[in-house]
């Protein structure tokens, strides 16, 4: 059983079933750029006072710990 309560669950996946796969991928596609978003925002917040060099230094480090390498 789901621990958390979802009650718009079902009506969440038949909505996605009725997508296109072009219309899937536009989404998949927007929820990634909105994700980007959060996180550059999210550290801007949290280093506000850092020069583009340091800032673009603290993203690519950031990311480097969150993509799962599988070479």
Known sequence: MDPKPRPNH???IETLR???AEQRLL???ELSE???ELFVTGLRR???DATPEEFKALV???LAKCHNRTY
Do not use: I, Q
């Open 34 to 36: 909105f994700g980007r």
């Open 46 to 48: 949290r280093f506000p």
């Open 18 to 20: 009725r997508l296109t």
């Open 10 to 12: 079902r009506l969440y």
């Open 27 to 29: 989404k998949a596609l």
């Open 60 to 62: 690519l480090k950031r």
